[in-house]
């Protein structure tokens, strides 16, 4: 099996954040490339696990030093997908899962043209605005800010392969699976695929010098 690069971003409220966890849970041949980021840690979230937390300096720097296979700006903060991060899981024979936001989704797409990038959609404006405020955290201005910017991730949508609705998880987790699979599944990807048949040739002509 080639090991995939896969993109999933969405905006605010769509839900890929629960469902790149569920996927990591349900497949084996799956791992995440945990990001790094600026911004603070948010409660629960554990170092090295949600995300590299880098001071802005050391960020800069590991910018000029070529660690980053992408990185752009968010909310004030800066985020970056690591080069080792994403090899680290690629090199185990593991498709990798990167969550990250549309800039950074087209960078990769530049440097991977390969690489399958999925856009995860609420079903309608009433249930994300709703998944927004349910969060219950955020001031009414904040919940605004996101849906403007949601407004515009959305043009985005059209450089993606897929675009999946969230309306259940299980049934875009479901879908995302199915991507999965038949994208590692294309001919082009099967590098051992001109093996298989070689031996699939050898064995059926072996059969038929048998009757
Ligand atoms: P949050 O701060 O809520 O965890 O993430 C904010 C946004 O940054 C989300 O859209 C998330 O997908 C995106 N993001 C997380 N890591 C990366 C990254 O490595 N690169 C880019 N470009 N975006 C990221």
Avoid: W
Avoid at 37 to 57: K, M, S, V
Avoid at 131 to 154: D, I, K, N, S
Avoid at 155 to 176: C, M
């Amino acid at each position: 099996m080639t090991p995939l690069v896969v993109v999933l971003s969405s905006p605010s409220g769509g839900g890929k954040s629960s469902i790149t966890g569920r996927l990591l849970v349900e497949r084996t041949d799956a791992g995440y490339s945990v990001s790094a980021t600026t911004r603070e840690p948010r409660p629960g979230e554990a170092a090295g696990e949600a995300y590299h937390f880098l001071a802005p300096d050391e960020f800069a720097r590991r910018v000029e030093a070529g660690e980053f296979l992408e990185h752009a700006t968010y909310n004030g903060h800066s985020y970056g997908s690591l080069v080792e991060e994403v090899r680290a899981v690629t090199r185990s024979g593991r498709h990798v899962l990167l969550d990250i936001e549309v800039v950074g989704a087209r960078l990769v797409r530049e440097r991977f043209p390969d690489a399958v990038l999925i856009f995860i959609v609420p079903p309608n404006g009433t249930v994300l605005a709703d998944r927004l405020r349910a969060r219950g955290t955020e001031p009414a201005e904040v919940v605004r800010a996101r849906l403007e910017r949601a407004l515009h991730e959305l043009d985005a949508a059209p450089g993606y392969d897929y675009v999946v609705v969230n309306d259940n998880l299980d049934d875009a987790v479901r879908a995302v699976h199915a991507i999965i699979d038949a994208e590692s599944r294309r001919t082009s990807r099967q590098r051992d695929a001109s093996v298989l048949l070689d031996r699939l040739r050898s064995e059926i002509s072996a059969e038929l010098a048998r009757n």
